[in-house]
């Protein structure tokens, strides 16, 4: 076969290299749509969280969270804190517990003064955690 | 929990509530702010009761009890009362 005749037919083997690619691609798609359909599936673990979501805050230390699942979804929860954050993925659920503690900071400061004895003390916890950041600084 | 069970929780319980990025809602009493907890608004998934019910000071039971309706918000008061969380 001349080069105008394998421009206009390409040869057999040429053929046989495209169906190899094809085949390679659907593999690929196969992969993606299994860790699609598990996504929030994890090995529960502890994990050191520091991204809060609030700049008016800082972090004085790092919180220890807990990751597990839980009625379908992933709960981070910090025990010390009793509270927790919940998604349909082990990083949703990190915002969310992030997003709820930058809340429960602003929420106890805010009622300080009329906060019962367990609400006082998990404001002096979270207080060991979180500060906020002064006009000075 | 379903959320229509949380929301028996906020009825009966007479708890304030706000959304935020999540429903936020607290119980007060005497103008005193005694326990809070939180719902989630993700769709497809249901919420975490243990987690729940530890923020709200309840074992399973009285838990169970508040949401078939046979403990009231004067019950619950007498809970937090028997665990020193408000005064006698």
Known sequence: ?137 | MKVHEFGVLETKLQLKTRNSGDRLAWFEYQGRVITRTKRSHGKGFDLPKDLIRQQLKLNADQLASLLDCSLSRDDYVNILRTKGLISA
């Open chain 1, 1 to 137: 076969m001349n080069a105008i005749a394998e421009l206009i037919a390409p040869a057999a083997k040429q053929q046989h290299d495209l169906q190899v690619r094809h085949i390679v691609i659907e593999n690929i798609a196969t992969e993606l749509e299994f860790s699609m359909e598990k996504p929030h599936q994890l090995v529960p673990g502890t994990v050191l969280f520091g991204a809060l979501p609030d700049r008016r805050l800082r972090l004085k230390k790092p919180i220890a969270v807990e990751l597990s699942e839980s009625e379908g979804s992933v709960v981070a929860q910090c025990q010390d804190l009793n509270e927790f954050g919940q998604g349909s993925t082990a990083s949703h659920a990190l915002d969310d517990f992030g997003k709820t503690i930058c809340e429960l900071f602003f929420s106890l400061e805010l009622q300080k003064d009329h906060l019962g004895n367990d609400l006082q003390n998990l404001r002096g916890r979270l207080a060991e955690y979180l500060g906020e950041y002064s006009a000075a600084s």
